[in-house]
């Protein structure tokens, strides 16, 4: 099985900062790898795609990047409709999820 | 607009059976491979099933393979999830997807809550 390490578990930030989140695979997933946004109380949603693709409706702050079995997930210029968990997952064999990222702000 | 609805949830005692159903609507089903997530309570994302788009070929993690069963009817655009010999570490949120042919899951449904206990 390959494993998502993902970190950090939690960060706290604030409004306009930039934040970046870890991602690392147990094994090359060939950018085959996804990150999701799940606000308290709701379901996740699909942010990015293959590593670096945007989703349809996402804002332009987000982006992903990486390659082998490092990957990252970053957001320009906070905002507090940001707060969430983020979790990346890797679809190369089968599907597992990263552990998840808290983040909050400062 | 893509919808998926997710029933049958509840409380259930250990060992016993249960049966999840998701109804979608806002997309042509049958062309999609479908899938269910679940997140324990304050927990992480686990992926339990994966069904093929004419339902002959599914996937499991070892979690649940031998116990859990994931079923579709593309007449009635419905995905099914049957749970069999539950443990208490079954309880969680389950959440109904579509999963995108390159294997992410791009439409998530708002859940149904499975609690295992005596």
Known sequence: DIRMTQSPASL??????????????????????????????KSPQLLIYNANSLQNGVPSRFSGSGSGTQYSLKINSLQSEDVA?????????????????????? | EVQLVESGGGLVQPGRSLKLSCAASGFTFSNYYMAWVRQAPKKGLEWVATISTSGSRTYYPDSVKGRFTISRDNAKSSLYLQ?????????????????DRGGYFDYWGQGVMVTVSS
């Open chain 2, 83 to 99: 749970m069999n010999s539950l443990k208490s570490e079954d309880t969680a949120t389950y959440y109904c997807a579509r999963q």
């Open chain 1, 85 to 106: 968990t983020y979790f990346c997952q890797q679809y190369n064999n089968y599907r597992t999820f990263g552990g998840g990222t808290k983040l909050e702000l400062k």
């Open chain 1, 12 to 41: 706290s930030a604030s409004l306009g900062e930039t934040v970046n989140i870890e991602c690392l695979a147990s094994e090359d997933i060939y950018s085959d790898l996804a990150w999701y946004q799940q606000k308290p109380g």
